[in-house]
Nanobody, 123 residues
Framework: QVQLVESGGGLVQPGGSLRLSCAASGSIFRINAMGWYRQAPGKQRELVAGITLPASTNYADSVKGRFTISRDTFKNTVYLQMNSLNPEDTAVYYC?????????????????WGQGTQVTVSS
C-alpha cells in the first residue's frame, strides 16, 4: 500500500506564508509526478502546482509568482511554499502522486491522494 501524509496547513494572516509538505511511503517503485490541488467550499477541486521528473513545474495562474513547488526525490516528499497569501487561497489542500507501485504482486501506475490539510487566510 501507498500512503501520502500531508502537513503544514493552518491559519495565517493575509500577506503571510505557509509551507506544506507531503511524504509518500509504501511499495513505491517510481514516482512520476506529484502535485498540490485545492478545494474551496462550493468550488471544484483545482490544480495549484505540479512537478515531474526531472523537475518540470507548472502552476495555476492565480498562484504564479507567489507559490513554489519543490521535491526531495530521496525522501519521496513534495513541498509547497506559499507566500503573499490572500483570503482567496483559503481551501483544503490535497497532495496527489502519480506513481508506479506494487499492488497484489503486480507493478502498475496509480494515482494516490492525501487526506487534505486546511489552509485558512484571514485577519
Amino acid at each position: 500500500q501507498v500512503q501520502l501524509v500531508e502537513s503544514g496547513g493552518g491559519l495565517v494572516q493575509p500577506g503571510g506564508s505557509l509551507r506544506l509538505s507531503c511524504a509518500a511511503s509504501g511499495s513505491i517503485f517510481r514516482i512520476n509526478a506529484m502535485g498540490w490541488y485545492r478545494q474551496a467550499p462550493g468550488k471544484q477541486r483545482e490544480l495549484v502546482a505540479g512537478i515531474t521528473l526531472p523537475a518540470s513545474t507548472n502552476y495555476a495562474d492565480s498562484v504564479k509568482g507567489r507559490f513554489t513547488i519543490s521535491r526531495d526525490t530521496f525522501k519521496n516528499t513534495v513541498y509547497l511554499q506559499m507566500n503573499s497569501l490572500n483570503p482567496e487561497d483559503t481551501a483544503v489542500y490535497y497532495c496527489n502522486a502519480n506513481l508506479r507501485a506494487w499492488r497484489n504482486g503486480a507493478l502498475g501506475t496509480y494515482d494516490y491522494w492525501g487526506q487534505g490539510t486546511q489552509v485558512t487566510v484571514s485577519s
